[in-house]
């Protein structure tokens, strides 16, 4: 689902035109950062809008005509995202160290879309974060430690048990 076209969609009578400047306005402010926005959404009454990007979340809150807030997590940091249901309208928390950022009356299937986006680019971040190098060095690693451990058996250093152990582990 496009969270954007659906977050503009649900911007109600007369709000769908500011609601598409707003996400505009931060698609190209993220750009010029070096970011690229893939998910949106906003709270029935268009105050609080959350940003999905490739590197964190973005939660915008207007507090007047002139006055907004607007805070910062990176998708590292994120160590939950709860969603509680009510009726057809959603809250989403998302926890981070140190910091909580809460976005009510969402659409709850919007909601749901938003939180399978935040977990897929943990989840892709992960298995990134790894270079496909270093997991073959470390195998290497692994295998002249074991093989060490059992030079030092056959010394009489270690013990049988302490080798099985090392080994296991």
């Known amino acids: 689902m496009d969270t954007i076209a659906e977050t503009i ?3 109600g009578f007369g709000k769908k035109k500011a609601m598409a400047k707003q996400i505009q306005m931060f698609d190209d402010r993220l750009t010029e950062q070096g970011e690229t926005l893939l998910a949106v959404c906003a709270s ?15 939660l915008h809150e ?5 006055s907004n807030d607007e805070r910062s997590i990176p998708l590292a ?4 995202i709860n969603i509680s249901n009510k009726l057809v309208y ?3 928390e998302i926890v981070s160290t140190g910091n909580k950022a809460i976005i009510d009356d969402v659409p709850a299937h919007i909601a749901l879309e938003i939180k399978a986006a935040i977990e ?9 974060s790894v270079p496909a190098g270093k997991v073959e060095k470390d195998m290497y690693d692994v295998a002249d430690e074991i093989r060490e451990l059992k030079d030092l ?3 009489g250093i270690l013990t049988q048990e302490e080798f ?6």
């Open 9 to 11: 969609k649900f911007a």
């Open 44 to 58: 029935v009454k268009d105050i609080k809008q959350l940003y999905v990007t490739d590197k964190r979340i973005l």
């Open 62 to 66: 207007i507090k007047g005509i002139v």
């Open 77 to 80: 940091s994120i160590s939950s």
């Open 90 to 92: 959603s809250t989403i």
């Open 120 to 128: 897929n680019l943990k989840s892709m971040a992960k298995t990134s």
């Open 153 to 155: 058996l056959d010394d």
């Open 164 to 169: 099985d152990a090392k080994k296991k582990q």
